[in-house]
């Protein structure tokens, strides 16, 4: 038996890296135990495995317990749900504020979701080089915002090389995600940050025009000794999944910390009497787009619910 962790995951094969360092590919036979049973795949990316040698291939035997994995519904409405990744230190939410333009949505979907699966989650602007001094200052709030919240960020252009640094100091030690829309500069800023890696990247006119991902599939790349990262494909949009509307708002780190003071122990902050959260909202204490998503998740959950 061989020891390995998967570095990349097509659905059909995977690509092992062996405890001795060297890679394989390998595929899976028969019934793995897994985690989940709606997920439409059993081994992803940053699992550790157990792998048997079956004549010429390697085969994944056995899936060790997850520390954690993040899930995504494969489609907003799809019933059936996408393991992005499993194992992390960290989950990088890159985004840009324009080409192509920030979604507040999509950003709060996945914070949530990192919380939601005890992952903790930071935020990367990426191609500041293309903002003017307003948008700058834009940036600069929006930053702040999220901060007050509990979510930290970096604002950094990869093609200008600026934060690289920060960027690094992040990441170093630990296995990050990066995962956002296609065409926010992924695997550019992977390959910046160590140009040995040589991801794949598209200009981004070309890609629209293709209309596809540069990046089709989740692959771990090692930074340096004991750092990685797991590149995805760009996303169009993240479905939220296991979360009962009752418990979104424990996603929400701003809610949990002023949750204490509203009259109700279970209180939605939705248009509960003695809600000390809302008023944080409404006073323009806290940002106002983070409840709008609130409700709206909350919607979408309810109407979700069999
Ligand atoms: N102006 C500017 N362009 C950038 C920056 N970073 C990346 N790009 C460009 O953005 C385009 C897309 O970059 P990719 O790295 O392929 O984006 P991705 O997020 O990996 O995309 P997918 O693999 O499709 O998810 C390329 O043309 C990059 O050169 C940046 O900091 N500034
Ligand atoms: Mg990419
Ligand atoms: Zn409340």
New binding site residues.
Partial sequence: MFRGVVIKSTGSWYKVKLADGTQVNARTRGKLRTAGSRNTNPVTVGDHVDLDFVGEDHVITGVDERTNYIIRKSTNLSKQTHIIAANLDLAIL?TALK?PKIKFGFVDRFLVTAAAYGIPAMIIF?????LTDRELEYLEELREAYLKIGYPSLA?????EIGLKEVMTEINGKITLFS??????????LNALNPAIKA?????SE?NEKGQ???TFAEMHEVNDNTYII?T??LKSFGLIDIEPEELKDFFPEMVQRSEACRFSNCQHLNEPGCAVKPAYDEGELPWFRYENYCYFHDELKEMRP
């Fill in positions: 890159v080409e990426n191609k500041c080089d293309l950094i252009s990869t093609t200008e956002g829309h296609s065409g926010v500069g992924k695997s550019s800023l794949k990247v598209t200009d981004i890609s991902h540069t990046t590149d494909p760009g």
